[in-house]
């Protein structure tokens, strides 16, 4: 009894898809698994390059390919889109509002309307704040730790642009970043981009303080 057994798993075993038919099964399930309701649409399911190639590489249990990390951060690089006008900071009274609300995007929201920032669920905002997530660093000093005394001077542009960059698309300088990508998959607008952006930079902010 115990060979027959045993010819009749390794049978199954064979049966089961590996590689290119796993991932094709999975995603097949993954869509049929779900619907478009509201602005909540299946297309969310659909991986870029960024994504297959750091999940593959996760579940490989290693590092993404050096070259191939260096081609995906290029390529979000250059999406990339700097502010219209050329200034970066809005209001941080407008971007603590938006950095501490984790609220849009279900499919109970009305699309077009505003968006969280959701960066609470992973940093640290404030010396007053009593919860909040540790996923990233803490977002405190972000600015007067840099020097970012005058975020208009000549010599604060490297990090002012740097940090415009990570927000709205964290990718353009970690292939694998597990920040949201704010800016380049819409969750916010410029504007509010350049408010997320006052509230680290602007001196009077409570991060700065």
């Known amino acids: 009894m115990a060979p027959a057994l045993v010819a009749v798993l390794l049978a199954g075993c064979a049966m089961v898809p590996t590689g290119p038919e796993l991932d094709k099964l999975t995603a097949d399930i993954a869509k049929a698994s779900f619907r478009d309701e509201g602005q909540a649409k299946v297309d969310r399911l ?3 390059d960024a994504n297959r190639e750091c999940a593959a590489a996760d579940v490989a249990g290693k590092p993404i390919d050096e070259k191939v990390a260096k081609a995906i951060e290029a390529d979000n690089l250059k999406a990339i889109k700097w502010p219209s006008d050329g200034k970066f900071l809005g209001d941080w009274k407008e971007g ?3 950095a501490q609300s984790g609220r849009g995007m ?3 929201d009305k699309a077009g309307s505003e968006n969280g920032g959701n960066c609470y669920n992973c940093h640290q905002i404030s010396k007053q704040e009593i919860s909040y997530g540790t996923l990233g660093p ?4 972000y600015g007067k730790m840099r020097g970012v005394a005058n975020p208009d001077a000549p010599e604060s542009k490297a ?5 415009w960059g990570k927000i709205w698309n964290a990718r353009a300088y970690n292939a694998c970043s597990q920040m949201p990508r704010a800016g380049h998959k819409g969750v916010l607008n410029e504007q509010q981009v350049k408010h997320i952006m006052a509230l680290l930079l602007d001196p009077k902010s409570p991060v700065n303080q």
């Open 159 to 163: 990090i002012v642009e740097y940090t």
């Open 106 to 108: 279900t499919w109970t």
């Open 46 to 48: 659909v991986q870029d």
């Open 96 to 98: 603590e509002k938006l």
């Open 138 to 141: 803490s977002l405190y000093n």
